[in-house]
T-cell receptor, first 114, second 114 residues
Framework: GQNIDQPTEMTATEGAIVQINCTYQ??????LFWYQQHAGEAPTFLSY??LDGLEEKGRFSSFLSRSKGYSYLLLKELQMKDSASYLC???WGMGAGNNRKLIWGLGTSLAVNP | NAGVMQNPRHLVRRRGQEARLRCSPM?????VYWYRQLPEEGLKFMVYLQKENIIDESGMPKERFSAEFPKEGPSILRIQQVVRGDSAAYFC????????????FGPGTRLTVL
């Protein structure tokens, strides 16, 4: 199957750094996305990785290792407003239909404490 | 540039009624995706459409569910003879034709079946 695994919950302290991991099946991989979703709201895009390495965007960075089927989202200088669910999503396949569909992990609920 | 719009935001139906959920993609976007999110669960892909075409409906239940994206007007997700298990948040996302990365999400329609 196209399993995506990420931790269910994490807790961190305001001002700290937290790393949220995501593992996935590598066959047919065609890109990995991280989204943030606050309770009762729509997911919002954070990052996209298709090549190995680190993509940095302000306080948020995302890393990908295609050979290991592994990604992480790194959040620095945590703020209370970062308390949310973080969703890892993978795109598989290269066909006209498959290259658009995203398969989603269950999300990691991050609680930032003062 | 208005974002993805969905209406209604909240919809209450009794068992056996029909539910119609509408999605207007961002201006210039010709690709629409529908996702369902059950309480405490991840986003599940349902269907991917372009104007007047269903590209991938592998996530749609075989019965009672249908989707369309006509040449004019919004995309419609239709659920006939709703049951309590259909209660969920239904999100629509859109992407532009040439950009194969980020999908932009609407605010969602929260369907409650009594």
């Amino acid at each position: 199957g196209q399993n995506i695994d990420q931790p269910t919950e994490m807790t961190a302290t305001e001002g700290a750094i937290v790393q949220i991991n995501c593992t996935y099946q590598t066959s047919g991989f065609n890109g990995l996305f991280w989204y943030q979703q606050h309770a009762g709201e729509a997911p919002t895009f954070l990052s996209y990785n298709v090549l190995d390495g680190l993509e940095e965007k302000g306080r948020f960075s995302s890393f990908l290792s295609r050979s290991k089927g592994y990604s992480y989202l790194l959040l620095k200088e945590l703020q209370m407003k970062d308390s949310a669910s973080y969703l890892c999503a993978v795109r598989w396949g290269m066909g006209a239909g498959n290259n658009r569909k995203l398969i989603w992990g269950l999300g990691t609920s991050l609680a930032v404490n003062p | 540039n208005a974002g993805v719009m969905q209406n209604p935001r909240h919809l209450v139906r009794r068992r056996g009624q029909e539910a119609r959920l509408r999605c207007s993609p961002m201006k210039g976007h010709s690709h629409v995706y529908w996702y369902r999110q059950l309480p405490e669960e991840g986003l599940k892909f349902m269907v991917y459409l372009q104007k007047e075409n269903i590209i991938d409906e592998s996530g749609m239940p075989k019965e009672r569910f249908s989707a369309e994206f006509p040449k004019e007007g919004p995309s419609i997700l239709r659920i006939q003879q709703v049951v309590r298990g259909d209660s969920a948040a239904y999100f629509c996302a859109s992407s532009p034709q040439r950009q194969q990365n980020e999908q932009f999400f609407g605010p969602g329609t929260r369907l409650t079946v009594l």
